[in-house]
């Protein structure tokens, strides 16, 4: 099912796979929502780790989402088994604070968490991204890590790192993280136009 919705990055609660049942090319995701589920309705607009999907059922605090073929290739979803935890985000609705950042919910890529550095409480990590991507990425802009709204602090080619607070690392998937681990990543809207024009500033139409 086509999905369309807007998010800002910032994670209303942890959810955590019930089950994942093959539903024809694709999965249906049945996910135990807590309080995302506690108003949502069929045809909704839900982030899962930063995935636009659409609530197809309801039953209590369960949801279920279809997974198509390709979205399960392209972002972690297709890693996903019962128990799994999840980053949930319910689209934003017109007048809506804005806390993070203008997040889409169409994955770009899947990175990897490369290595973290322990600063106290705090943790600083890195992800590996297809090189490609560092174009769109610039220190202290933004960035949607499994949907978590966060500021780039170093890039480079295929490379990045942000600082991660305590609270961050305690209520997101980010803090289970080891190295290895598949994120979903999403860059800036707004970075994605710059280069586009860039790409077409020496064309006339």
Known sequence: MVTWGMFTGLVETLGFVDSVRPDGPGVRLRIRAGKVAADASVGDSIAINGCCLTVVERNGDAL?????????????????????????????????????????GHIDAVGTLDRVKQEGAWAFYWFRVPQELSRQMASKGSIAVDGVSLTLVDVEPGLFSVALIPHTLEVTTLGKLIPGDAVNIETDILAKYVEQQLKFRDLSF
């Open 64 to 104: 279920g989402f279809d997974a198509g073929s390709e979205t399960l290739s392209r972002t972690n979803l297709g890693k996903m088994v019962p128990g799994s935890p999840v980053n949930l985000e319910r689209s934003l609705k017109v007048g809506d604070r804005l806390g993070g950042h203008y997040v889409s």
